[in-house]
């Protein structure tokens, strides 16, 4: 398990700034947050090194790729057999997500394809490990949130 990382108010101004847009400039993030450049760099550099920030990446519109029909597909599988989905799951690229959960299903799949007829295939490859319900996404109401402070319970 990961050690938790204590973050003060700038720490989380400066993860607001870079997950709205991780190229800002150290000079815009300092005066976004109220730190001169360097440290505001020096924050940043704090909690890559922590590991707080894992990274940084383009995002890509599926729909600007042709990935149109999204869906979201649950997997039951008898005996908690999970070897043979396990070694399925890297070479379907249409699923960008997988959750093992506990509850009724064993997985829980996020997918984009190009077609209905390209997520029915994609059904029935799953369908080989166990017993698969899939919802197709007719809209996003929250997209991917940026990590806040969210007092403990």
């Not at 999970?82 to 379907?92: S, V």
């Not at 919802?135 to 007092?151: F, G, K, L, Q, S």
Request: glycine residues 6%.
């Amino acid at each position: 398990m990961n050690s938790v990382i204590p973050l003060d108010s700038t720490d989380w101004a400066i993860l607001r700034e870079l997950q709205d847009d991780a190229r800002t400039p150290v000079r815009a993030l300092g005066e976004a947050v109220g730190l001169s450049p360097s440290a505001a760099a020096e924050r940043k550099r704090r909690l890559e090194e922590a590991g707080v920030i894992g990274g940084y990446r383009a995002v890509v519109d599926p729909a600007a790729v042709g990935l149109t029909v999204q869906a979201v597909a649950r997997v039951n599988i008898p005996g908690a057999r999970y070897d043979r989905i396990n070694a399925l799951l890297p070479e379907l690229p249409e699923v960008y997500q997988c959750f093992r959960v506990a509850g009724d299903e064993c997985y829980v799949l996020l997918i984009r394809c190009h077609s209905v007829e390209h997520l029915d295939r994609v059904a029935q490859t799953l369908a080989t490990t166990g017993h698969v319900t899939m919802n197709v996404v007719y809209e996003t109401v929250v997209d991917a949130r940026p990590v806040e402070a969210i007092p403990p319970a």
